[in-house]
């Protein structure tokens, strides 16, 4: 798709396509009402100041159209409008040991415990036992500070599919 198309769609047309980048309703709607773009650095950039402005209710609803990270299974069920886009940015899990896969697992359900919200973070490029690393070292903070990190981490991801989005 190009800008120009996306600034043509209808604005339950263009909520559609801006889900797939970030699930929270607020952000896509704040982006339906900022077009025109001329170019997808303006949108990104657009983007950035949207996602500052929302609330924890909408970083929440963001986070909720994840799978937990090392859940292949769950990209192909319950995340199917986004489950190519994720699998490649996971894509380091089917390389994984077993042993790091497990303690994927049991760490996401002690952040999930501890925080409400499924470990994010932007996977692209990270090996298995990177994020692994990643979360041990992020379960210690306040829920504040993993909100923080957490949303910007969300933000990371809104931008790769964006540009996928416009490829």
């Known amino acids: ?10 604005a339950q047309q263009a909520k559609s ?11 896509a709607q704040k982006i339906i009402t900022m077009r025109p773009f001329s170019e997808l650095e303006e949108l990104k950039e657009l983007s950035d100041f949207a996602w500052e402005a929302c ?3 909408d970083y929440l609803e963001a986070f909720s159209h994840h799978p937990k990270i090392g859940n292949l299974e769950a990209l192909e069920e319950k995340f199917a409008s986004t489950a190519t ?25 002690l952040y999930e415990d501890k925080f409400g919200f499924i470990f994010i ?23 504040t500070t993993e909100l923080r990190i957490a949303a910007a981490e969300q933000n ?11 490829a």
């Open 156 to 166: 990371k991801i809104t931008h790769l599919r964006l540009d996928k989005l416009f």
């Open 121 to 143: 973070v932007c996977a692209h490029g990270k090996s298995a036992d990177e994020m692994l690393n990643l979360l041990e070292h992020r379960l210690p903070h306040d829920l």
């Open 55 to 57: 609330t924890k209710d």
């Open 85 to 109: 886009w994720a699998s490649n940015e996971q894509g380091a899990m089917k390389q994984a040991a077993a042993g790091t896969i497990s303690k994927l697992a049991e760490g996401n359900k």
């Open 17 to 27: 396509e801006l889900m797939k980048c970030c699930g929270s309703s607020a952000w």
């Open 1 to 10: 798709m190009t800008i120009a198309e996306f600034n043509n769609l209808n």
